[in-house]
DNA sequence: TTAAGTGCAAAATCTTTGCAAATGT
DNA sequence: ACATTTGCAAAGATTTTGCACTTAA
């Protein structure tokens, strides 16, 4: 958990306004260790319009505050980046594993990313990886 | 690009009917290495119903004669699987190249990846790699 | 005070569903 | 002939846009 003076900050640093709304949506994925859809932000965050809500994840988005990752459905699930990312550079090349049963999107930051070799010809920008497959919530409740 | 003939077996063996819209799509799919998108083959396929051909498609995918991937927007792009898919077992575990520039989507079939091993708890299902930057056809353009 | 942000209504997209007519086997 | 598949119309869902009101700085 983050404190409501880190977002204050975060805010700040790229200019744009400390609102109730803007604080909740970065509370509420600061709360998670998984990636949270759209959907299912605007179902927990209470008084926010559907609107204001998008428009929030896609200025942080701009801004490199938040990434936008996409799930088995397409449908994007969104998660604080890590502190030195901005708008210019952003650091999401760590594993997303998304669990078949509960729907979430890990972020797994802490595992190294094997290097990647592509055919000669091909500009590498970004990398990015995602395993499918069962969370550990979720294999405790199948055994 | 792959016969006619391979596509009428593709179907037969799926028990799904020879009608000219599923052909027309498996030839299109077939014609290029890169995969496409939904508005892609809408705007290419002439004279055949939106709603036919996300029939199409969804229907092509369960029976795991294509397989979608989601690209730098979060649409869905099709490509024609490896012979060797089908319902219960898809083989797409290759990298996936989007190109920021044309947009297309190429599947590297041909590079190994690496294995990644998973913090203790996940069960492994699927990988899946994706990658960004610029195609060759992309980077002579520019220079 | 004033530029940025929010909420509401409405438009524009995108995707799905129901059903009658057409088509493949 | 009969089950599938298609096209059209219409419903649902998702996302974007315009604009007046509100709010942080």
Do not use: W
């Amino acid at each position: 958990m983050i404190f409501n003076q880190h977002f204050e900050y975060l805010l700040k640093k790229h200019q744009l306004k400390r609102t109730e709304q803007r604080l909740r949506v970065l509370s509420l994925l600061s709360g998670k260790k998984v990636a949270t859809s759209q959907p299912d932000l605007e179902s927990v965050i209470g008084d926010v319009d559907r609107v204001t809500l998008y428009r929030i994840l896609s200025a942080f988005e701009e801004k490199g505050i938040i990434h936008k990752v996409f799930d088995l459905n397409g449908t994007a699930n969104y998660a604080l980046c890590s502190d030195n990312c901005d708008e210019h550079d952003h650091h999401d090349e760590h594993l997303h594993f998304n669990c078949t049963s509960c729907k979430n999107v890990y972020c797994l930051d802490e595992l190294d990313m094997p290097p990647i070799v592509l055919p000669a010809g091909f500009k590498l920008e970004k990398l990015s990886f995602s395993a499918t497959g069962l969370c550990p919530k979720c294999i405790n409740k199948e055994s």
